[in-house]
């Protein structure tokens, strides 16, 4: 009986619908969205390029936890499995990025706008077509900066079955014709982006302006500092290396593009009256007129677990990870006093004897207040509450300081040294602790980028301020670069020392300018925000910076742990001393060689593409 009742349903099934053959088989689908509905309805458009923005790429940047470790600005502390990060040395394939995928689509989309938006206005077609395109040269730019001149593709590339692969093989671009490229488009593009001038999230005019005055720097610090090298990196065809004639443009370009933002409608943040905590507010909150451009986040719609990651070790809200970057004392030198001398902490006086301070904190006053806003250090504060960061204590023996530290963070001295002792602390809440996991390795935490938002640090939850992908900060320090290189060094100090002043120095507090201070203000202005590394690469120095040796600063991730004195009797009696130290996990000094500048070319892609230059030393 079965079977009857299944070929009976069979043959009702056949029959009904063979008889509204209309009204069933060719009803439309609530699945799947046709081309034509696609292309003219501003709504899935603005979807699809949302998808697209989401694509946009980086290497240390976008709340990339692991890769701001891998340089000299921090060490990795988390989970032990990924210790590698901490022995790391650059690979030929370090910051390798091919994505001719997301080229294609983009293509593709281009074409379609053109071909099958027949429905939409001007206005709205116009503007997607110049986003479609700004994500392009975007993506070229991202490109160029790590491989060198890549393969230029505009339009769909479609093989058509005749045996014959060629016309599919297309051959590296110049170093410059990418850089071109990426000018050209944002000339062309940049009037059609005004009317998402409102916007921070999706590309504007002052975004593309924002693309011009970052890659023009790049093209000209390449053509002059790779020429200025012994052995310029080049290849015989231009896939990599760009003529040193060139600079001066390209350096014109950018202070062009940099000083058309600089004299809109953007402000540096300047919202709370304490510096430190303005800066870092900068990038918490969404507010200010800084941000020209950003990746967002909404709870409960799209978050990131930057904060869950990294929330200094006692503020923890999860039972899982926290503390995993240690930011290095290297970094923290950088950041000058504010009377204008070198940033070198002062732990030690002339003749090599330990300074000892009152309190924990001491040694870090009067220093440009962008530390403050960009790691959390001994005495300072998150979310409104102390941070606990003391290494331990130091006892008096045989003419000689020796430090003790307890097995467990935030242990009680109790009587172990004298009754007037009993209730301190032997070591912080929050370490910093040698060789340990999840608490810091170095004696400091990164506060940019963690947010201090409720359950901001749980999994539950988790963070939503964004990632600048552009903002005015940087602008100004392009501005400066590109006027000092161009010989504009009156026009350079004064953008410089904007910035000074929003960081506490007083007005005009640098006279005289060289290239080693904007390189300086470029690594504590834009400290884990992914600039450093081609920074380092641009101007030629990362191979000399990261030389592998293990005595050097940079180099070698270093901390400073503080350590508080018990010395009944003595005057230093409860102050605080500071020891260097080179943390244990930390094993292997970074290594960069000349073959890392421009990262090797995957090997299938040779394979499939005969007229595919390799790179030098590849």
Known sequence: MKKLYICLAMFAAITFGSCNHDEWFDRDSKSLITDEQLWNDPKLVTSLLANYYNRLPSLHGVFNT????????????????????????????YGRYWDYGLIRDINLSLENMETLSVSLTDADKRLFIAEFRFIRAFVYFEMVKRMGGVPLVTTQMVYDFSGDPTPLQVPRAKEHEVYDFVYSEMEAIKEDLAANNASKTRANSYAALALESRAMLYAASLAKYNNLMGEPIATPGGEVGIPAS???????????????ILTGSYQLFNENPDKGANFYDMLNKKTGNEVIFAKDYAVGLKVH???????????????ESSSTISPSLSLIESFDY???????????????NYVPYSRIEEIFENKDARLYGTVIYPGSTFRNRPVSIQAGVATWQNGNYRFHTAPELGQQLENQLGEDYAGGLWTGFDGPKDDAQDVSNTGFYIRKFVSDAPAASTRGTSAANWWPWFRLGEVYLNAAEAAFELGRTDEARGYVNILRERAGFPPNSISLLSMEMIRNERRVELAFEDHRFFDLKRWRLAHIVWNGAEDDPNAVVRGLYGYRIVRPGHADHGKFIFERVRPSRFRRARFFRLANYYASIEQRVLDHNPKIVRNPFH
């Open 338 to 352: 504010l009377d204008g001398t070198k940033g070198t902490l002062k732990d030690r006086d002339a003749l090599g």
């Open 246 to 260: 060139m600079a001066d443009e390209y350096y014109r370009k950018s202070l062009a593009a940099s000083k058309a």
């Open 66 to 93: 692991g890769g701001m470790t891998e340089l000299d600005d921090a060490m990795w502390s988390g989970h032990r499995d990924q210790n590698w990060r901490n022995d790391f040395q650059f690979g030929d394939d």
């Open 305 to 319: 677990r930057f904060a869950y990651d990294n929330i200094v070790k006692s503020l923890t809200e999860d039972n």
